[in-house]
């Protein structure tokens, strides 16, 4: 079955009332048992509304694309002239202290102040909470990754960023595979956690068993 595309028609529709820039923003890493929540903000611009990116034809929602298809598209998501990106992320320590709920706004709202988009905008988020203090309008789209290009974007130069990150890891917490599972609680990792105990990056606040 061929999976529906995410739609460019709300940001067609804000452009055409004015708006220079959409920015979408989502989240990676928030059901995982160690490693950060990463977040990521994409800013894009007018222009690129008015042109066909061949390049990125076929691009959805993280979720839904192979880590091949992944690392293709953020690459041409980050090397486009028309597109902005930043990312931001909160630790374990920093999940364990304020919550998951939390952290995950923290990074959106560092992400947003990161990308320091001057000109008239309009943010659309991946969920259902609304960022807070921020001065931009902004619109929160349950399933927001699978419905909205500009969402879709930054999960997936989330998810590379941080899928990246846990590789690297990997290195220097060796034994538990995150080179493989990313932190996700698959039954591999559940069982390193069983045998060897817990390390620095692992969230003491999650159900770890």
Same mark, same amino acid.
């Given at each position: 079955m061929t999976m529906k595309l995410p739609s460019k028609k709300l940001e067609l529709k804000l452009i055409s009332s004015g708006y220079d820039y959409i920015i979408g923003i989502d989240e990676v890493g928030v059901g995982c048992l160690a490693g950060p929540v990463t977040v990521c903000a994409v800013a894009i611009n007018k222009d690129f509304y008015t042109k066909t990116i061949n390049d990125?034809?076929?691009?959805? #929602?993280?979720?839904?694309?192979?880590?091949?298809?992944?690392?293709?598209?953020?690459?041409?998501?980050?090397?486009?002239?028309?597109?902005?990106?930043? *990312?931001?992320?909160?630790?374990?320590?920093?999940?364990? =202290?304020?919550?998951?709920?939390?952290?995950?706004?923290?990074?959106?709202?560092?992400?947003?102040?990161?990308?320091?988009i001057n000109k008239r905008s309009f943010v659309?988020? #991946?969920? *259902? =909470?609304?960022?807070?203090?921020?001065?931009?309008?902004?619109?929160?789209?349950?399933?927001? #990754?699978?419905?909205?290009?500009?969402?879709?974007?930054?999960?997936?130069?989330a998810k590379v960023h941080r899928d990246r990150l846990m590789t690297q890891y990997a290195k220097k917490f060796s034994g538990y595979g995150f080179e493989k599972h990313k932190g996700y609680p698959t039954k591999f990792h559940k069982q390193k956690i069983q045998n060897i105990g817990t390390c620095l990056l692992h969230r003491k606040s999650f159900h770890l068993d």
């Open positions: 990125l034809s076929g691009l959805r #929602d993280s979720k839904q694309l192979s880590p091949h298809q992944r690392e293709r598209y953020c690459t041409e998501l980050i090397n486009n002239c028309h597109l902005k990106y930043a *990312v931001a992320s909160s630790t374990a320590s920093s999940i364990d =202290r304020i919550g998951i709920s939390e952290a995950i706004h923290s990074s959106m709202a560092k992400a947003l102040c990161k990308l320091n659309l988020i #991946d969920g *259902v =909470r609304k960022i807070k203090k921020i001065k931009l309008p902004q619109q929160t789209i349950i399933k927001g #990754d699978e419905k909205i290009f500009a969402i879709a974007c930054a999960s997936i130069i």
